[in-house]
């Protein structure tokens, strides 16, 4: 990189750039926060307000007429993150998208692969890695504390959207909208292939059990995406996997939930708000198989953050700091489009009402 500090340019700054994406840009000090675009004027100039940004824009295309950015984030709703990521790398940008990485496949696919023409950086919002606990998770599976992995099990479920009356934008609930599967699950998926193995065959049920929702400005509107999917799967070396993503199910976020049990032991993690803390890891020994809390997790202590700019500072500054050095971010796009495969297979498992190999839904890129 030509310089010590990154220029950041962020597109989309509603509700969980707030939360996450602009506190952690703003707290690592190899990175400024050069500017901002959303279609919503109001929300950009709070934003910049916010973080003392100096130039807000529209839209991405005038963000990038400036020739003074790194990096892009795309911190939009799903159906702008193919267009959006797409422009960003055709200029020459490293690119920070939230997952799930497109509406489909080929979305994903194309993305990761003209990045990768482009020799460009990039990282997909996959929060949970950065969880220390997940953290520690990974290692003991990578040390053998559980040995031979027979089970794996993965939810995130929790009650953030329950509530039909609580309006959101127009075409929030939209078909080009993640659903449970793509903004849920896909943290399972991305999670369980990085710590257990690859996905090889899925079979699932995608449901909305509300169809109708409050759309601001007033009035209902349709709910085209799921609101709760299960899927069973078998993984690499005949690894046997339950999952489920639901945002009906009682409870707090992130709600995230992963057991493994394998040969010599299991262990069961569970990240969810809680006054008492919110990550917990317990492990046990196959013989004795009482779970206890496991030791080791990196800082023991939290800032005091809430989650979401606590996992999503630790994911920027991986991020920022493989671009200033020249070396490679964990959750790339190739994890992006690897993880969209498993999505849309279980979606087309649930269509088709059959098991679906992995393989049998093949990336064809637009690019
Ligand atoms: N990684 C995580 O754990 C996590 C958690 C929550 C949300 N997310 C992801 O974050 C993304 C944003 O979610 P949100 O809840 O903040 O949505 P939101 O609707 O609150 O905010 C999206 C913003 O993008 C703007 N926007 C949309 N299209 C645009 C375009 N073409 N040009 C400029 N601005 C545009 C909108 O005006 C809005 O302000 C989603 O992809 C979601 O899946 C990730």
């Given at each position: 990189m030509r310089t010590d500090r990154l220029r950041v340019g962020i597109v989309g700054v509603g509700t969980w750039a707030n939360m996450a994406h602009l506190p952690a840009f703003a707290a690592k000090a190899n990175c400024v926060l050069a500017a901002v675009a959303d279609q919503d004027a109001q929300r950009a100039e709070a934003a910049c307000r916010r973080f003392g940004i100096a130039h807000r824009y529209r839209t991405l295309d005038e963000l990038l007429a400036r020739e003074d950015v790194d990096l892009i984030d795309v911190c939009t709703g799903t159906a702008g993150h193919y267009a959006l990521s797409m422009q960003a790398i055709e200029a020459g940008k490293h690119v920070l998208c939230e997952k799930p990485?497109?509406?489909?496949?080929?979305?994903?696919?194309?993305?990761?692969?003209?990045?990768?023409?482009?020799?460009?950086?990039?990282?997909?919002?996959?929060?949970?890695?950065?969880?220390?606990?997940?953290?520690?998770?990974?290692?003991?599976?990578?040390?053998?504390?559980?040995?031979?992995?027979?089970?794996?099990?993965?939810?995130?479920?929790?009650?953030?959207?329950?509530?039909?009356?609580?309006?959101?934008?127009?075409?929030w609930w939209g078909q080009g909208d993640a659903g449970a599967l793509g903004g849920y699950a896909s943290h399972l998926v991305d999670l369980v292939r990085w710590t257990v193995g690859d996905f090889e065959e899925v079979v699932g049920d995608m449901q909305t059990f509300i169809p109708e929702r409050a759309v601001n400005g007033g009035g209902m509107g349709r709910s085209e995406c799921d609101d709760s999917t299960m899927f069973l799967a078998k993984l690499a070396g005949g690894v046997q996997g339950v999952?489920?993503?639901?945002?009906?199910?009682?409870?707090?976020?992130?709600?995230?939930?992963?057991?493994?049990?394998?040969?010599?032991?299991?262990?069961?993690?569970?990240?969810?708000?809680?006054?008492?803390?919110?990550?917990?890891?317990?492990?046990?020994?196959?013989?004795?198989?009482?779970?206890?809390?496991?030791?080791?997790?990196?800082?023991?202590?939290?800032?005091?953050?809430?989650?979401?700019?606590?996992?999503?500072?630790?994911?920027?500054?991986?991020?920022?700091?493989?671009?200033?050095?020249g070396g490679t971010a964990e959750g790339s796009f190739e994890d992006g489009w690897r993880c969209q495969q498993v999505l849309d297979a279980v979606a087309l498992a649930s269509r088709e009402r059959r098991w679906v190999r992995t393989e049998e839904v093949s990336p064809v890129p637009a690019h």
């Open positions: 990485l497109g509406r489909d496949l080929d979305e994903a696919y194309g993305l990761a692969a003209a990045a990768k023409r482009r020799s460009l950086l990039t990282a997909v919002g996959f929060t949970f890695r950065h969880s220390p606990a997940v953290q520690r998770f990974k290692a003991l599976i990578d040390d053998g504390y559980v040995g031979r992995i027979y089970h794996v099990q993965g939810f995130e479920q929790n009650s953030l959207y329950h509530d039909p009356t609580q309006p959101r934008p127009a075409g999952f489920q993503a639901s945002w009906l199910a009682a409870g707090r976020p992130p709600g995230v939930e992963i057991r493994v049990f394998g040969d010599r032991g299991g262990l069961k993690l569970h990240l969810t708000e809680h006054p008492d803390g919110d990550e917990t890891l317990l492990g046990a020994d196959i013989a004795e198989g009482i779970y206890r809390p496991v030791a080791g997790i990196e800082p023991a202590q939290w800032p005091m953050e809430e989650w979401p700019q606590f996992y999503f500072s630790r994911l920027v500054s991986n991020f920022a700091d493989a671009v200033l050095a």
